[in-house]
């Protein structure tokens, strides 16, 4: 995917997170040093979080096993469309 750098929405969207990022650095860096370690350990605490959310569960086969079932007839030609069929 190539984005166009050039539209405003793009430049605005960039600015934005880049604003926040630097927002944020500024604040973690008026910390005292305790503080900083706490927040070091919650940011890898919430990247392990959303890591786990990101993993897809692997899934179990069989598991709506029955829950199905098609008639004997499944596969035989629908009175209704017979007409088009012709």
């Known amino acids: 995917m190539i984005f166009c750098l050039s539209k405003p929405s793009y430049i605005k969207a960039i600015k934005k997170h880049i604003m926040n990022d630097i927002e944020l650095f500024t604040k973690l860096v008026g910390l ?3 503080l900083k370690k706490e927040a070091k350990d919650f940011v890898e605490f919430l990247k392990t979080k959303s890591s ?3 993993t897809p569960k692997k899934r179990k086969a069989g598991l709506a096993k029955g829950l199905i079932e098609m008639s004997d007839d499944f596969d035989e030609p629908i009175d209704d469309f017979k007409e088009y069929q012709q």
Do not use: F, M
Request: net charge negative; hydrophobic share 0%.
């Open 32 to 34: 005292p040093k305790d």
């Open 52 to 54: 786990d959310k990101d």
